[in-house]
């Protein structure tokens, strides 16, 4: 079955130093699009980086890189020189294809929220 | 400018008193979905559409229901709300060969 593990519930990390979300997920199908969302304490989800499951290599949107290991079946977000905006939930998602036997409908994890310390 | 709205953003009502909220987008997307957001459990699907007058049930349908009509609308309809559908809904659409969803900007659903 489709699963997103984001095992991580609180995170701290100081002002401009980098950190790592982790983000495990399982899957039969082939194709798939991984994601990561921002969720701010005024609740709107912001995309910030997509993965797709053949791509060769790692997303990188600005601050944010996407550590994809295909193999181990983990996407983890790192965020470099973190800012007090940072501070949020951050969900990790996947999407599989649409098609006669998948929703496509997107899998998310519990989230981690994150806390940038000034 | 591109985007999906969802209306009311917020909403405090009581138990069976019946309720819709719209969701439209202006991307002529074809894929549109709801979610429901609750403490500890991420989002999960309630209902999704892939084109006008398709709809199918996602992963927590009970006590939902959905129409599309037109290809921009997407209401979540509530026929008798009770306290367990408290939550932040988002609203979802895409194209169907895309990977990516845009989402509303959600509404919070208060039954008392």
Partial sequence: AQKITQTQPGMFVQEKEAVTLDCTYDTSDPSYGLFWYKQPSSGEMIFLIYQGSYDQQNATEGRYSLNFQKARKSANLVISASQLGDSAMYFCAMREGVGSSNTGKLIFGQGTTLQVKP | EAQVTQNPRYL?????????????????????????????????????????????????????????????????????????????????????????????????????
């Fill in chain 2, 12 to 112: 405090i009502t009581v138990t069976g008193k019946k309720l819709t909220v719209t969701c439209s987008q202006n991307m002529n997307h074809e894929y549109m979905s709801w979610y429901r957001q609750d403490p500890g459990l991420g989002l999960r699907q309630i209902y999704y559409s892939m084109n006008v007058e398709v709809t199918d049930k996602g992963d927590v349908p009970e006590g939902y229901k959905v129409s599309r009509k037109e290809k921009r609308n997407f209401p979540l309809i509530l026929e008798s709300p009770s306290p367990n559908q408290t939550s932040l809904y988002f609203c979802a659409s895409s194209y169907l060969g895309s990977y990516e969803q845009y989402f509303g900007p959600g509404t919070r659903l208060t039954v008392t």
